[in-house]
């Protein structure tokens, strides 16, 4: 009996081995662009923790096809999710890309980027800024955390710098909307024909929003800059795509939250580790990976809440 069972795991735990070597020797994504709107497509990430069996793929990336050529928002999270993105355009769309638009220096979302090194590639200053100083130890981390995926990767800066502004690709007219608050810059692109915002990290829908650079103050002062937009179709950076601002209203909502219990906690005079047992609401309970993103942002955030306390006193 003992025999037979230690067989049976045996043989499970050789199995599963060989479904994950298999999924990660593979190396391919599965990208499947879906239209969201005349001329738009997403590509969907999951709602997870980077691991070795996503390969970083927790993101959403976009393209716009024009009459001139292919959009591009944001390139993923490897050389090769970038080489798979551009090849599933070419297959649905047969255009050239024609523009690439990063929305921040996060990892997931640029380290695509050699894929289109043969294509303007822009972003806001402060995102290049981001991408040239910490550029090469994000790929490193992001290395460490999905290994094999990540080979031949390498953080490339973005050679275009854009602004607050309105251009025209190909008869399509695209808002450039520079806002911040998730990070020192954030990008957001609004698609005017069909009414397609694509948001950025800005707006995280049914996925625990990330603040490794975050400043939440701005940040919530970015989603009423988004949601005075309006908008028919909304592509969180990450989470499913929306036809309300019901990733608006969730992001903010948490994020008030946030803001909320780690300045009380503050003020109660608590240490981090007490911070980080502070009990979440139950209307985020359905929130993928919340409770691990509350206390990375409690080891992130809280140091600047306890000094916020004691400003008043050393004053
Ligand atoms: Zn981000």
Same mark, same amino acid.
């Given at each position: 009996?003992?025999?037979?069972?230690?067989?049976?795991?045996?043989?499970?735990?050789?199995?599963?081995?060989?479904?994950?070597?298999?999924?990660?020797?593979?190396?391919?994504?599965?990208?499947?662009? =879906?239209? !969201?709107? *005349?001329?738009?497509?997403?590509?969907? $990430? @999951?709602?997870?923790?980077?691991?070795?069996? #996503? /390969?970083?793929?927790?993101?959403?990336?976009?393209?716009?096809?024009?009459?001139?050529?292919?959009?591009?928002?944001?390139?993923?999270?490897?050389?090769?999710?970038?080489?798979?993105?551009?090849?599933?355009?070419?297959?649905?769309?047969?255009?050239?890309?024609?523009?690439?638009?990063?929305?921040?220096?996060?990892?997931?979302?640029?380290?695509?980027?050699?894929?289109?090194?043969?294509?303007?590639?822009?972003?806001?200053?402060?995102?290049?800024?981001?991408?040239?100083?910490?550029?090469?130890?994000?790929?490193?981390?992001?290395?460490?955390?999905?290994?094999?995926?990540?080979?031949?990767?390498?953080?490339?800066?973005?050679? =275009?710098? !854009?602004? *607050?502004?309105?251009?025209?690709?190909? $008869? @399509?007219?695209?808002?450039?909307?520079?806002? #911040? /608050?998730?990070?020192?810059?954030?990008?957001?692109?609004?698609?005017?024909?069909?009414?397609?915002?694509?948001?950025?990290?800005?707006?995280?829908?049914?996925?625990?929003?990330?603040?490794?650079?975050?400043?939440?103050?701005?940040?919530?002062?970015?989603?009423?800059?988004?949601?005075?937009?309006?908008?028919?179709?909304?592509?969180?950076?990450?989470?499913?795509?929306?036809?309300?601002?019901?990733?608006?209203?969730?992001?903010?909502?948490?994020?008030?939250?946030?803001?909320?219990?780690?300045?009380?906690?503050?003020?109660?005079?608590?240490?981090?580790?007490?911070?980080?047992?502070?009990?979440?609401?139950?209307?985020?309970?359905?929130?993928?990976?919340?409770?691990?993103?509350?206390?990375?942002?409690?080891?992130?955030?809280?140091?600047?809440?306890?000094?916020?306390?004691?400003?008043?006193?050393?004053?």
């Amino acid at each position: 009996m003992i025999r037979f069972n230690s067989w049976g795991l045996a043989l499970g735990l050789m199995l599963l081995a060989a479904v994950r070597a298999g999924a990660e020797t593979s190396f391919d994504y599965g990208l499947e662009p =879906q239209a !969201v709107a *005349d001329g738009v497509h997403v590509l969907l $990430g @999951r709602t997870e923790h980077f691991t070795r069996e #996503n /390969g970083g793929n927790i993101v959403n990336t976009g393209f716009i096809v024009t009459d001139d050529g292919v959009v591009v928002i944001d390139t993923g999270p490897s050389r090769r999710y970038g080489e798979q993105m551009r090849a599933a355009i070419a297959r649905s769309t047969g255009q050239p890309v024609r523009q690439v638009y990063l929305t921040h220096a996060h990892p997931d979302h640029f380290l695509g980027s050699q894929a289109f090194v043969d294509v303007p590639v822009a972003a806001l200053a402060g995102t290049r800024h981001s991408i040239r100083t910490r550029g090469d130890a994000l790929n490193s981390n992001l290395y460490r955390l999905v290994g094999g995926w990540m080979a031949g990767t390498e953080a490339v800066v973005p050679a =275009q710098v !854009v602004e *607050d502004s309105t251009v025209m690709i190909g $008869g @399509r007219s695209l808002r450039l909307i520079a806002l #911040n /608050g998730h990070t020192t810059s954030d990008l957001a692109v609004f698609d005017e024909q069909s009414a397609t915002l694509f948001a950025g990290d800005l707006v995280f829908f049914d996925r625990a929003a990330t603040t490794p650079d975050a400043d939440i103050d701005q940040w919530l002062h970015s989603l009423e800059r988004l949601r005075a937009i309006d908008f028919k179709v909304l592509v969180p950076g990450h989470g499913p795509v929306l036809r309300d601002a019901a990733g608006i209203e969730q992001t903010r909502a948490y994020l008030g939250w946030l803001a909320g219990a780690l300045r009380k906690a503050a003020r109660n005079g608590m240490d981090l580790n007490e911070a980080m047992r502070a009990p979440l609401p139950p209307e985020f309970a359905k929130i993928a990976v919340i409770k691990e993103e509350f206390e990375r942002s409690v080891i992130h955030l809280y140091p600047e809440y306890e000094l916020e306390t004691l400003a008043p006193v050393s004053r």
